[in-house]
């Protein structure tokens, strides 16, 4: 069964949220999920634009209370 | 009360000094006992490894013998720990001797992890060991033309260095007279040349102005040593004439051979500093799995708000501080200026245009770093 992972990124500017993304999504088995909690707004384009780009699967995202909330799933 | 350090690196050693400054009466009173294990009797200042890379230090300024930096009274011995008894808040060394705790900190830092990429290893300069930077000296003397490319993995430690090495290397061949011989293409993994944005708003244009090409959203895939070829995870290809890498990292094996942390980064709250679930262990350093940055200052600021909770739980059984996300990384973008990135976990840095002074400084903290290492600084 496909497992979900949270990667806590928020208040994090170096590596930022994108590259603690690239680094985990190494860690998790293919099929897995993750989402990502980002207190960057940039996040909410960077990430999507790096999983299509790499061929991952975009979940989707929102936004609540300043916090945006980027789902995705390891295609490969 | 037992405090044991497990490694001597920056934060261990800050850490332990600070420790043994604040509690100094306990010490000499026997209330409280310090020892500090280590695989290593020397202590190495590893920003000086971009020095030593392009000849601009030599190996034997990055070490210091580590007792010597040790404040009296902590008990020093080179003798790594191999197995972690966290539920007898015991731990058991090579050497075979057992050390058993009230409070515990793991600094054991990270390390390159260059076979994650296949035919990284056999085809790329490293420079984060003393034995690959002067390799790679040997190396970039050599070199008399052709196409430089600089390649990262995720996450890796010190996140200016790609920065670094590239500007570095654009003086190095301008010192040498063979720039116009020399093409440096800089490659990293996400949208923009580097992940803080403000560096990254001051380096690109720069990068334009002294002929460094780039390529951004560039994964490290695999090697290709025949041909001379990166390949990304993207599906673009680099060719190369020399690549130099810093490569993916991870934490120490004892860590992950412990099973402590996946790829051996410790489950580590990022406020108290302690490991997940065990309030008695605490993490410092490269080897939590805060996302914040794998750097030197990250160790020191954090070496503080623990050291500071140490001293706090001994005397009055609660802990003082909490950890903001301090970092504080200098950025030698040549060989002589640099500027500096400073930021928490609230506050994005601003890095200000490189100057002269802010390189003085930097090449002084080369030598101050060791008054930091004793926690003076």
Redesign the interface.
């Given at each position: 069964m496909a497992e979900k992972k949270i990667?806590?990124?928020?208040?994090?500017?170096?590596?930022?949220?994108?590259?603690?993304l690239?680094?985990a999504i190494?860690?998790v088995a293919i099929g897995d999920e993750i989402e990502v909690l980002s207190s960057d707004r940039?996040s909410a384009n960077?990430i999507p634009?790096?999983l299509k780009?790499?061929g991952h699967e975009f979940l989707g995202s929102r936004e609540e209370a300043g916090v945006w909330h980027i789902k995705l799933k390891r295609s490969k | 009360m037992k405090i044991l350090i497990v490694g001597g690196g920056m934060g261990g050693t800050i850490l332990a000094n600070n420790v043994a400054r604040t509690l100094k009466s306990e010490l000499k009173s026997g209330k409280v006992q310090i020892t500090m294990l280590s695989a290593s009797d020397r202590h190495m200042y590893q920003p000086g490894l971009l020095y030593v890379a392009v000849g601009r230090m030599t190996p034997d300024e990055l070490y210091r013998d580590q007792a010597s930096l040790l404040e009296s009274g902590i008990q020093f011995h080179v003798d790594p720990v191999e197995t972690f008894m966290l539920d007898d808040n015991q731990v058991k060394t090579k050497g075979g001797k057992v050390h058993s705790y009230d409070i515990m900190v793991i600094a054991t830092g990270s390390r390159m992890w260059p076979d994650a990429i296949p035919g990284l290893k056999e085809n790329a300069e490293f420079f984060y060991t003393e034995e690959s930077a002067v390799k790679m000296f040997h190396r970039l003397r050599q070199f008399e033309g052709g196409k430089i490319v600089i390649a990262m993995g995720v996450p890796h430690k010190c996140p200016m260095a790609p920065l670094e090495i590239t500007f570095m290397l654009n003086e190095y061949f301008i010192e040498r007279g063979i720039r116009d011989k020399v093409q440096i293409h800089y490659t990293y993994p996400i949208g923009r040349v580097h992940t803080l944005e403000n560096v990254a708003k001051w380096a690109q244009p720069e990068m334009d102005r002294v002929g460094i090409t780039y390529e951004t959203l560039f994964n490290l895939k695999s090697v290709d040593g025949e041909k001379r070829v990166l390949h990304s995870e993207e599906g673009t290809e680099v060719i190369y004439d020399m690549l130099i890498s810093i490569p993916a990292h991870k934490g120490m094996e004892v860590i992950e051979t412990n099973k402590m942390g996946q790829n051996g980064w410790i489950p580590t709250d990022r406020y108290n500093l302690n490991m997940e679930g065990r309030s008695n262990v605490f993490i410092l350093g490269d080897t939590t799995n805060i996302p914040i940055s794998k750097a030197g200052s990250t160790a020191h600021f954090e070496a503080e708000t623990v050291g500071a909770n140490i001293a706090a739980l001994v005397r009055f059984g609660a802990p003082v501080r909490k950890y903001d996300g301090k970092v504080f990384c200098f950025i030698q973008t040549g060989s002589e200026k640099a500027t500096y990135a400073m930021f928490n976990y609230l506050q994005p840095p601003d890095p200000k245009a490189p100057t002269r002074a802010i390189h003085w400084f930097k090449l002084a903290y080369n030598k101050l770093y060791w008054i930091s290492a004793r926690g003076l600084l």
């Open positions: 990667i806590d990124a928020r208040g994090s500017f170096c590596p930022g949220p994108l590259m603690e690239i680094g190494k860690m940039g960077d634009e790096w780009k790499v | -």
